[in-house]
């Protein structure tokens, strides 16, 4: 029997002459016909250490591509400082893209970029830097001048990173979107009203030729809402859907005559947001529909293949209206309910794609064999040894505004003037009289959840009631702060969190503010004079805090916010899931990185740890509970899931 080539022998084999064509009715790749079998994962949302494991498991499964976002967020932090995997950042193991472009290659995989600026992807602000927000008046995605000379800046670094990747160049990537998903922004009856700009996408497209982009340059939409609204006559098109499959290909078609068929994102399955159910497709429903694209047939891009992760505070969010009530916030987990879990698993999904790649596919190439996958597993139940209190946590703050005025998080002078990104924040206010009876009151809405302190001690109790005071529905919000007797000299922080940048439904990052800027007033008269303090959990924080008490694991703490470190020892280490079921809401850091947020609100009542965050020797786990924390942590082998909310502390 003779030896099956690999993909880059078939397609490269005499050498390369030519890209992706789409000058026909189907795709060529280097004069040879190419059917795009691809599967989506973020390279940020799986540690680098498991980008070859997950990229071997798609090859597998028999694709021949893999499809990655780039966060421009996280790649630029700040103006003009850039990370690609030595900048030093929090997220720095997760971003060496030229190792995972070079990964895929070696796992015989080519690749499609989709690098925005804006990418969607249920992540944190779309992808676009919050310190874009300090620019007043700015309109991301639009040929703004304010906005393009970020672009222009930022691409210029990326795309000379990636130009030696490109197919035509030896490397992997065959394709380049412009933009993402931009017809959506359509809304003509708005306030204010938007039309997609296509001054804007040439901008992009231009951008991309002088930075020497020679392959395929292309948008995505849903062809059937959407048409060519967020298009050019010089761009190919690709549909985004995961129903309909003969309409939305019929309408791409009356688009671009004589062009292939190609969805770049069909999908599997959903994300899920805070307070609502886990989602769980119908997995016959899926299999009926990509073998209905492939028949058709079709090029396709599973989105997604491989969800992984939204680590720390990388959540986004999704905001339907300008209304801040309209706001939902993605969980952690990404898993998506895609072919591989979270955690890198096979699900029954995997095996039918891989069924009917077999079935479809007409190119046989050598394929490896699939990874064997043990699973994540379960941790014995760790005590609580150590806590610091929020006062403790307020004493080490690592920095403190004043201000007359409450002042948003992206607009504090920090960072170089970038604001900060993530995190919490509190607002402080001292030597202040609070009388019996007394009524604090938030003057329009709470950006994202909101916790009041008097005298360092917790007066909120409301963990699940999102219509409730302390949550984003609630417009002007009150509390009581009744006592006894007046209280003199008194200190009232407010604590609020910010849940996530929404990822859609808005253009103006405007909207993306996060903390209290509009105004707090305590028997109707407005509080000034304010002390502010940024907390957002950087590891280096994390892992130089001081002060640590040994805690009485049999003693129940009070109720208040804090830290509370378990010790994890290991002689080897593998994945787990920690169990967050018995706790209120917070963040869950290991050794100094946050892992991500937990909630009783649900649906997500587990964390994802992959083994390479963990180390042979001791661990540190840190709880940052903002209720009432528990004396225990549980670890699982499998994820959690909880649907049923109560608004009671645990």
Request: net charge negative; charged share 20%.
């Amino acid at each position: 029997m003779a030896t099956l080539p690999t993909l880059y022998e078939y397609y490269t084999g005499g050498g390369i002459t030519q890209g992706l064509s789409v000058d026909q009715p189907y795709f060529t790749l280097n004069n040879k016909n190419f059917t795009l079998y691809g599967g989506s994962t973020h390279y940020f949302r799986v540690h680098s250490d498991y980008w070859r494991d997950r990229l071997r498991k798609m090859r597998a499964a028999g694709l021949n591509t893999v499809e990655t976002y780039v966060p421009w967020n996280l790649h630029e932090p700040e103006p003009g400082k850039y990370e690609f995997g030595a900048g030093g950042t929090d997220m720095q193991e997760f971003l060496d893209i030229e190792r995972f472009l070079k990964t895929a290659q070696e796992e015989d995989l080519f690749v499609i970029l989709r690098p925005g600026p804006y990418i969607c992807s249920e992540f944190e602000n779309g992808g676009l830097p919050s310190w874009l927000t300090r620019k007043k008046g700015i309109h991301v995605r639009t040929s703004d001048e304010r906005f393009m000379e970020h672009v222009r800046r930022y691409f210029t670094t990326l795309l000379t990173l990636l130009t030696a990747f490109q197919f035509t160049k030896g490397g992997p990537i065959i394709a380049v979107q412009i933009e993402n998903e931009y017809g959506s922004t359509d809304n003509p009856t708005g306030n204010p009203p938007f039309k997609p700009d296509k001054v804007y996408i040439e901008q992009l497209r231009q951008l991309m030729i002088t930075n020497n982009i020679k392959e395929l340059l292309f948008t995505s939409d849903n062809p059937t809402l959407h048409g060519d609204l967020g298009t050019l006559p010089s761009l190919f098109q690709t549909g985004n859907f995961n129903s309909d499959t003969e309409a939305n290909f019929k309408k791409l078609k009356e688009l671009q005559f004589n062009k292939p068929s190609m969805a770049m994102e069909y999908w599997p399955g959903w994300f899920d947001l805070w307070s609502e159910n886990h989602y769980i497709g119908d997995v016959l429903g899926y299999a009926n529909v990509y073998d209905d694209i492939l028949k058709y047939p079709a090029s396709v891009n599973l989105y997604m293949f491989h969800g992984g992760t939204n680590y720390g505070f990388l959540n986004g969010a999704i905001m339907r209206s300008l209304v801040q009530s309209s706001y939902q916030p993605v969980t952690t987990s990404y898993d998506y309910d895609a072919p591989l879990t979270e955690s890198g698993d096979y699900t029954l999904k995997y095996s039918l794609l891989k069924y009917l790649l077999n079935k479809y596919n007409p190119i046989k190439t050598k394929l490896p064999d699939m990874p064997v996958s043990s699973g994540p597993k379960a941790y014995p139940t760790l005590k609580v040894k150590y806590s610091l209190s929020y006062e403790d946590i307020v004493a080490q703050a690592p920095q403190t505004i004043d201000s007359e005025n409450l002042v948003a998080m992206e607009d504090l002078p920090i960072h170089d003037n970038t604001g900060q990104k993530y995190g919490y924040i509190i607002y402080r206010k001292e030597s202040i009289t609070i009388n019996k009876g007394s009524t604090l009151r938030i003057k329009g809405y709470v950006f994202d959840s909101l916790n009041v302190y008097v005298n360092n001690k917790l007066i909120t109790r409301n963990v699940v009631d999102l219509d409730g005071f302390g949550y984003w529905r609630l417009k002007d919000g009150n509390i009581s702060l009744s006592s006894d007797e007046k209280i003199e000299n008194a200190t009232i922080d407010l604590v609020v969190c910010n849940m996530g940048r929404h990822h859609y439904g808005l253009v103006n990052p405007i909207e993306q503010l996060k903390g209290l800027w509009q105004g707090v007033l305590l028997d109707d008269e407005e509080i000034v004079n304010w002390k502010i303090m940024p907390l957002e959990f950087s590891r280096t924080w994390n892992n130089n805090l001081v002060g640590w008490r040994e805690s009485d694991s049999s003693e129940s703490p009070s109720v208040s916010a804090g830290l509370n470190k378990f010790e994890l020892e290991l002689e080897e280490k593998h994945d787990t899931y920690i169990d967050m079921s018995g706790w209120n809401k917070g963040i869950v850091i290991v050794n100094g990185f946050v892992l991500g947020r937990y909630w009783k609100v649900g649906p997500q009542q587990s964390l994802y740890l992959p083994a390479p965050l963990l180390k042979i020797g001791n661990n540190e786990i840190i709880v940052f509970e903002e209720f009432f924390p528990k004396t225990e942590l549980a670890f699982s082998k499998v994820p959690i899931y909880f649907n049923n909310m109560t608004n009671e502390l645990a």
